[in-house]
């Protein structure tokens, strides 16, 4: 072919795309960037705003706070995911889908309903509470719920789907001879999982752990339920500097860290595996 | 964002000028052409139209049928208007950003009076018409330039019997005492009346309240922070007592009664201290019913016999000195303005709140964080 003709070939399958990336582009990246110009125009222009991160305390304990509950709800749901996926992998096919499906139904129940069966479990006045009481073990109820503790709780068992489908999946594409090999050179069923299947988990729970982190930043229900009024996380956070205070640039600015924030995630986890696996692609 | 209000506002006046005959075709395409509209969409027999309903925008619950019962029903018989409900709650920056975008939906919003002074001041709220609103009819204080104090809510506090039934706590300053009164409290979670509750705790007087010296506040409120749960809506506030989560509680007195029944008397209200804030109507610039229809419609909220439904339905205290003589025996010490409360209540200085209560509602969340 020659030189020129390859330089005038435009892909046609960009030419298939183009509209609904210009419908997402003007329908939806525009809009949210208009809004985020708030931060660098709202009250005054220029940087203000952004240099509130380092001087105001309460923006930086809150954006710690948040971090920190994330990070820990990240690490739980992860563990408990890790062994759910496994437990589920190595099931018999119709008991898996019967894990699959609880494991589903879950997932779709809505967040508000979850947090306030929360409230009915551990509550002051709960089962758990109650129970225990009764038999004895406790005096006063426990403080399970309205505290940090409580967050966690909800936030974990939220995240857990989350976490468990990209394990699966990448379980599901290890080789099962692999295990079987290991076993047959003389390797402990511990030293097995250790040395051959764990390390081959590795870009799941990467990508597990991303998808928890991600998703967690967000969370505004489970936080204001669960911890009592005194557990702000940042998107409660935002929400009240955009109708009561009335500070939007604020609002905007931690709105603007967030998504840069999760933007630079998503490249970092770009690097350990395709980001389509985690969106249900193919391995690969 | 400004702009775009003043386009729709020149739009709307030329096409009621072009329709009067006072402009020519001309001249009024010109103008569709500056303010941005296409000329299809414009016909001039829709400025003159203004929308044969009214949307009250309010919390929803028990509020929509209780407004559509004490105020809607004699409206309708009255204008013929129907009314219709936005249930999602006017809350200050949701109004700020419906009247900055163009798109006004709401006629009148069910708002704090902090609220009416604040975005009026901002440009944001239609002035209100006094010549159909009754003064005569409305508390003294309360008839503001962008807003009318239609009712008052309070904020006290709930204790449990069964806890402080022989020695019961009488005011803020027992609500504070944790050393005399143990168990948690349950604190409104957007500073308004938490932090005059601290302040009166501490020891200022009553009529000194305002301007709130926050800090001071905090501190009180600080001090108690381990045994406080912070609630952030009416329902939050009633499980947390109802659940017997905490021992004394700080809620909104219309809530009072119906606690009272739920738990059968093991909690009472202490309306001694009670901080009263006014609620107010407010109307967003360019209501879609026009003025006069909205007008009409808030001077039928004050009249005696809807003031009296909502206290009934709500637990909502009339603001119109009228009703307040005709306030029934069971409702007196629940609400506010009845005889036996109304010197012992607290009123609230909507023009500190306009100005500070940004600033104070962050604060708060700091500390009790």
Redesign the interface.
Same mark, same amino acid.
């Given at each position: 072919m020659s030189a020129r003709a390859q330089t005038s070939r435009i892909n046609p399958y960009w030419l298939l795309v183009a509209p609904a990336v210009l419908l997402v582009l003007v329908l939806y990246v525009a809009p949210i960037l208009n809004v985020l110009t708030l931060s660098f125009t709202d009250p005054k222009p220029g940087l203000g705003n952004y240099a509130k991160i380092i001087e105001s305390d309460t923006v930086a304990t809150l954006i710690l706070r948040t971090l920190k509950l994330c990070i820990i709800t990240t690490v739980a749901a992860v563990s408990l995911g890790y062994v759910v996926a496994y437990a589920m992998l190595h099931a018999l096919s119709h008991v898996r889908q019967r894990m699959l499906s609880i494991l589903m139904i879950s997932f779709w129940i809505s967040v508000l309903v979850r947090s306030f069966a929360w409230l009915m479990l551990l509550g002051h006045n709960g089962l758990a509470n109650n129970a225990l009481i009764a038999a004895g073990l406790i005096s006063q109820p426990l403080p399970f719920m309205r505290n940090e503790f409580g967050v966690l709780i909800g936030m974990t068992e939220y995240m857990l789907p989350y976490a468990v489908l990209p394990l699966l999946a990448n379980m599901q594409g290890i080789d099962p001879r692999v295990t079987r090999a290991s076993r047959s050179l003389g390797a402990s069923n511990a030293q097995t999982f250790l040395r051959v299947f764990l390390p081959l988990t590795k870009p799941g729970i990467i990508a597990a752990s991303l998808l928890v982190f991600i998703s967690s930043l967000g969370f505004y229900v489970t936080p204001a339920i669960l911890g009592g009024g005194k557990v702000q996380m940042i998107a409660e956070y935002i929400s009240v500097q955009l109708l009561v205070t009335v500070r939007w640039g604020t609002a905007a600015m931690l709105a603007t860290l967030m998504i840069t924030s999760v933007l630079v995630l998503m490249y970092v986890l770009n690097r350990f595996m395709k980001l389509s696996v985690v969106f249900g692609g193919g391995p690969r | 964002m400004q702009d775009k209000a003043f386009l729709k506002d020149l739009a709307r006046e030329g096409a009621i000028a072009f329709k009067s005959g006072r402009l020519d075709r001309r001249s009024f395409l010109a103008l569709c052409g500056l303010a941005g509209v296409a000329t299809l969409a414009v016909s001039a027999g829709d400025a003159e139209a203004a929308a044969n309903e009214i949307v009250m925008w309010n919390w929803g619950g028990e509020s929509e049928k209780c407004h559509g019962d004490a105020i809607g029903k004699p409206f309708t018989e009255k204008t013929g208007l129907p009314l219709k409900f936005d249930t999602s709650g006017p809350?200050?920056? $949701?109004i $700020?950003e419906m009247v900055d975008s163009g798109k006004v939906t709401a006629d009148v919003c069910d708002a704090d009076g902090f609220d009416a002074i604040?975005l009026g001041k901002s440009g944001h709220l239609e002035a209100i018409d006094y010549n159909i609103v009754n003064k005569a009819q409305i508390k003294e204080g309360v008839a503001w330039e962008f807003g009318v104090g239609v009712i008052f809510y309070g904020y006290a506090f709930m204790y449990d019997t069964q806890a402080f039934g022989d020695n019961p706590p009488k005011g803020w300053a027992d609500f504070y005492d944790t050393a005399k009164f143990p168990g948690k409290r349950s604190l409104y $979670? @957007?500073a308004n009346g938490s932090i005059e509750s601290a302040l009166v705790a501490d020891g200022v007087a009553k009529d000194k309240v305002y301007p709130c010296d926050v800090p001071r506040a905090l501190e009180k409120i600080k001090s108690i922070k381990a045994d406080?749960?912070? @609630?952030?809506s009416g329902s #939050?506030a009633h %499980?947390m007592i109802v /659940?017997? #989560?905490v021992v004394m509680g700080m809620v909104w007195q219309n809530r009072g009664k119906a606690i009272e029944e739920r738990t059968n008397g093991r909690y009472k209200l202490v309306m001694n201290e009670a901080i009263a804030m006014p609620g107010a109507y407010i109307v967003p610039r360019g209501n879609p019913a026009g003025r006069e229809n909205v007008m009409k419609f808030i001077s039928q909220a004050l009249q005696v016999d809807s003031q009296l439904m909502i206290l009934d339905c709500l637990g909502m205290t009339p603001s119109n000195p009228e009703a307040f003589g005709k306030i029934p025996e069971a409702m007196q010490p629940y609400a506010v303005n009845s005889a036996m409360n109304i010197d012992k209540v607290i009123f609230n200085d909507p023009v500190w709140w306009a100005d500070n209560?940004? %600033?104070a509602? /962050?604060a708060f969340? %700091?500390a009790?964080?």
């Open positions: - | 809350l200050q920056g $949701k $700020k604040a $979670k @957007w406080s749960l912070y @609630w952030g #939050e %499980d /659940n017997g #989560e209560g940004g %600033d509602v /962050n969340l %700091d009790i964080g």
